[in-house]
């Protein structure tokens, strides 16, 4: 069973730092895409970032370049988001999201396994 666990949300202050992790279990085949996704309420889910386990290709959404970072750290089969220089724009619920695929995947309906979220709240 595939099992993808989000932790490292929290409440932060604008301009100040977290870093997302998710857990991922019980894929059977090495090579999968992971993808981090937010939705604000009353807001459509959103792509942040993406990145391909196999070889660490990876994709930002405009509103995060230069301040995110997505890596993974495969002996582990964790995927980390990290956040600096956060936005009161930024709050909402991330959730990490999987694929098996040897490439990047772009949009959410790509994806077929899914974390439970974790809460990011950004005070200004």
């Known amino acids: 069973e595939v099992q993808l666990v989000e932790s490292g949300g929290g409440l932060v202050q604008a301009g100040g730092s977290l870093k997302l992790s998710c857990v991922i279990s019980?894929?059977?085949?090495?090579?999968?895409?992971i993808g981090w996704f937010r939705q604000a309420p009353g807001k459509a889910r959103e792509g942040v970032s993406c990145?391909?386990?196999?070889?660490?290709?990876?994709l930002y959404a405009d509103s995060v370049k230069g301040r995110f970072t997505i890596s993974s750290d495969n002996p582990k089969n964790t995927v980390y988001l990290e956040m600096n220089n956060l936005e009161p724009e930024d709050t909402a619920d991330y959730y990490c999201?999987?694929?098996?695929?040897?490439?990047?995947?772009?949009?959410?309906?790509?994806?077929?396994?899914w974390g439970q979220g974790t809460q990011v709240t950004v005070s200004s």
């Open positions: 999201a999987a694929a098996y695929s040897d490439y990047i995947k772009r949009t959410w309906i790509e994806y077929s396994y």
């Open positions: 019980g894929f059977h085949y090495g090579h999968y895409a």
């Open positions: 990145i391909s386990v196999r070889d660490g290709d990876a």
